[in-house]
């Protein structure tokens, strides 16, 4: 069962999906979960498929599309904010704590891509999340800062602020915004030294198998700075307390984020590696995918 429901982050709507534990009654209570979608994405893609499948394993379980995205409100469009895509998951908690069917004691997050940065950053902070998993996880912040795992020089992170700094006063003063791409926008794009990470995004965002009309795979290029300034990880030694589970495929080169990740946890932590996964196979491909679930059905058992 899927219901569409919505909430509010202040003055934004929120755009939900609402996905149902097979055989539901409202008399009864039911764990549940926040899922957090990748950059660029919308409920409908992965996300959506991964909380299809928990709701049937018994979580009640709500993914939106993020501030500013999809068919969620705000302006500006495709506006990328760390801090607010973190108040999304901590509204949509709120959002939870009012269904009369969810325990709110029994409350968990998880994110994929994007959405494992946003939801490890949440639960340093957001104590209604008892347990913490993540696919894929690539933060926004950290990623900004080094490229898969390779450190961007400072000299070009400032040149990059400097061009945004002007970008906005340009639009303060009525230009037109400038977006970038996720992920290559046409398949003449890629090369032999097209990582996988961006080869297999186009597969999946810009053909069949996972493009949505909400999901532009862009956004507002003057997201960036805000971007540079955040981070997913800079608490996790001191207030990620709760268990986290991070599943990475062996052969994804955003690995080295859930690496780091399980690295600096101090609390109860677990890195579960998809043998011959990359990044974006984790989002589809049944026989990855089949080995994540089950994973997360019996770590979020704990809740």
Do not use: W
């Not at 908690?93 to 940065?117: E, H, K, N, S, W």
């Amino acid at each position: 069962m899927v219901e569409t429901v919505s909430f509010r982050n202040k003055a934004v709507e929120i755009s939900a999906h609402l996905h149902l534990p097979d055989n539901f009654s409202e008399d009864k209570k039911y764990p549940a979960l926040v899922g957090i979608h990748p950059a660029g994405g919308v409920k409908e893609q992965t996300i959506g498929q991964y909380a299809a499948r928990l709701a049937a394993h018994g979580f009640v379980t709500v993914v939106y599309d993020s501030s500013y995205q999809g068919a969620s409100g705000g302006e500006p469009r495709l506006l990328e904010d760390p801090t607010i895509r973190v108040e999304d998951a901590r509204c949509a908690a709120d959002f939870l704590t009012t269904l009369p069917y969810v325990d709110v004691d029994r409350m968990g997050v998880f994110g994929i891509c994007a959405g494992g940065g946003y939801a490890i950053s949440v639960a340093q902070t957001e104590r209604r999340f008892k347990a913490v998993a993540t696919v894929s996880a690539a933060p926004m912040g950290e990623g900004s800062r080094a490229f898969l795992g390779h450190p961007t020089p400072v000299a070009e992170q400032i040149a990059t602020l400097e061009m945004v700094a002007k970008q906005r006063t340009a639009e303060a003063n009525g230009a037109e915004p400038l977006y970038a791409p996720f992920v290559p926008e046409k398949l003449e794009d890629i090369d032999e030294n097209t990582p996988d990470l961006l080869r297999e995004g186009y597969d999946y965002y810009r053909t069949p198998r996972g493009q949505h009309p909400n999901s532009k795979g862009r956004f507002l290029l003057t997201s960036m700075d805000r971007m540079f300034a955040f981070s997913a990880f800079d608490q996790i030694p001191e207030l990620l307390t709760q268990p986290l589970l991070l599943i990475a495929g062996s052969k994804a080169d955003t690995k080295v984020f859930s690496d780091q990740a399980y690295e600096l946890s101090k609390g109860p932590k677990e890195l579960f590696v998809v043998d011959g996964a990359t990044h974006i196979a984790l989002y589809d491909v049944p026989e990855y995918v089949d080995q994540a679930i089950p994973k997360m059905v019996d770590f979020f058992g704990v809740l």
